[in-house]
Structure formats: C-alpha cells, structure tokens
C-alpha cells in the first residue's frame, strides 16, 4: 500500500491541501529508523523481539467529541493518543518496541500537526517506542495507534511471562495504582454540572488530557502480580473483566479507594461515581497473594508510584450467573451503587 503501510492517502482525498502528502509525512512522522530492522520507506516496516520474548500489541482509535474534546491542545492529544495504548502494554508487563499510527485529518492543519506530533512523539521517546508505520486520509478528525511491545516467553512454571486478566485466584489481595476519579472530575466541570478553580481544575485537566502510562510498574510486576488490567472504561467495569476471565469474585473496600485532594473535597456521593466508574485513568488494577505484599510494595516504590490495596478476590459461588464485585465501607457495610461503566455503545 506504501512506504506506511498506506500512509500516504489517494491524490483525490487531498488534492485540496495545501500541505502536500509526502511534505506531511516527512515533516511531522519521519524519522530514522532505530530498534527496527526496516522502518519507513517500503509496503512494510520489520522489527523482531529479542530472543526468549514473544511480540505484545494493542489497538486503540481515539474520536473527536467520544474520546477528546474538540478544545483539547494538539501537543495533549498527541501524548493521549499514544499513552492509552502504552498503558495495555503496561497491563500485559510488556516493554514497548514501536507502534503506527493511522490519523484522518479534516485538513492539513500546520499548527494541528506540529503539536500532535511534537506531543505524540515526546511521549514515544520517553518510552524508548518507535514509530515505524501507519495511514492517513482526510475525513473527520480520528486517531487510531496499533503499539507493539515484547514480553518473555512462559516456557517453565517459574518463568515470568505476561501478564494476564485470568489469573486471580480466591484470597488474592486487589490492588490499584495511582488514585482515581480525576479524569472524570475534569469532564465533569467541562459539562458544566460542577465548577472547580485554578489549581484544582489544572490539576483534574491534566489527569484527563496527559495520562501517564504506568509501564514501569508492568514491568516490576512480572512474576509478582497474578492478574492485571488498566483502568480505562472504569475500575468497576475493568475488575469485571478480570472477575469474569478468572472465575472468582471479588470485595472491593470503597474507602480504601485512592482518591486525591481534589475528589476528597467533593460530596461523597460524587466522589464514588468518579472513583468506581469514571474511566479515563489508566492506573493498573492488578491481584497479588498475600505473600507478595511486600513485593507489590517494593514495585511501588521502585517505580515512585502509589500502590493501594483496595480489596480481595473471593471464590465465586457455584450457583452464581456471573461475576460479581461486593461493595463494602471502612466498617464492612455493604455499599449500594447503580455504578455502570462506560460502554461506547451504550454512552
């Protein structure tokens, strides 16, 4: 299809840009090619894991006015675009190699393409991921990133694979990084159903708009966690996932939740919404035993991050339908909630 994979969209797409296709391609996404065996220039790029480690990858499409506000600064959604796909590599325990990127565009926007890409590959540099493929067309605006990583081969039962949504058993701890609920807190003030000020509201936005993917924490996990998953529709919805491939249940302390200064100030009420269900935070929510603890803490602190044990996984009983997440307060209460996470086609 193309030097990218197809990047390079049809002349009657874009025979009203003034910026040219090629010119784009060159300007903002070329760059040499590093880790991979061939990058950009032929139908293909080629990267190969090293030896002893199989190939990680994950797809997520971001859209205008689903995932991001049209408001968003370009640097921001560059970083966004690409953090959200690090963080199902973070989840897996697998260390970035490279990703494509397949962008629509309205137009060839110069200061739009400047940012995005100066956000996007920012991000990418950090984490040592190359950029080696990808599409473009003109159309309403879209951001979809395929990211590949590597990860050890399982080939004894000590080896320190993947990790993986079906391994909780029944009296492993639970377990999230990071706090939740401020992205949500942030959407919440851009609908206009609550109002913060200054530091505050800088500080909900940039949890919203610069998620930080918790790579680093994946990878001190291996061999440590027993299941994981990030946290991206919703830590209810996501725990749901890895109840449901594990075969267990799981109580879940709600005032053990970590939640910042911000969310702390907000009535109680709101601040369960944002916590249980609110998406967008791209925390890693992982299942240790018991006797790992002090192992989980060493990954926290090894990593500078926040590790809060917010639960455990119990046994599923044989004449349930499915799985299911008990809510219980600081005094074992049981806690209602109608807290549904978000589904795109459900929203």
Known sequence: MGPWIGWVASRS???????????????YFERPARRATLGIGDDCALFAPAPGMQVATSCDM?????HF??????DRLGHKALA?????????????????????????????????????????DVHGCELIGGDTTQGPLNICISVFGQVPTMTTATSHGALLRSGARAGDDLYVSGVLGDARLALEVFRGTLSLEGHDFHLVRDAMELPQ????????????????????????????HVL?????????EVDALPRSAVLRSQPLALQRLCALSGGDDYELLFTAAPDRAARVAAAGASTGLLVTRIGRI??????????HAQLVDAEARPVAHRHASFDHFRA
Request: with cysteine; glycine share 10%; aromatic share 4%.
């Open 13 to 27: 797409e874009n025979v009203a840009m003034a910026l040219g296709e090629f010119d784009l391609i060159t300007r």
């Open 62 to 66: 971001l859209v205008e006015g689903r």
């Open 69 to 74: 506000l049209s408001t968003v600064a370009p």
């Open 84 to 124: 959200v796909n690090l963080s199902d590599l973070a989840a897996c325990g697998a260390e970035p190699l490279a990703f494509t990127l397949a962008l629509a565009l309205p137009r060839a926007d110069e200061v739009f393409l400047e940012g995005f890409s100066r956000g996007l590959l920012a991000l990418a």
């Open 213 to 240: 993917p918790r790579v680093a924490l994946g990878l001190a996990l291996r061999g440590v966690a027993s299941s994981a998953i990030d946290v991206s529709d919703g830590l209810l919805g996501d725990l749901n």
């Open 244 to 252: 449901k491939r594990s075969g267990v249940d799981a109580l879940v």
């Open 314 to 323: 119990v046994p599923r009983p044989e004449s349930a339908t499915g799985p």
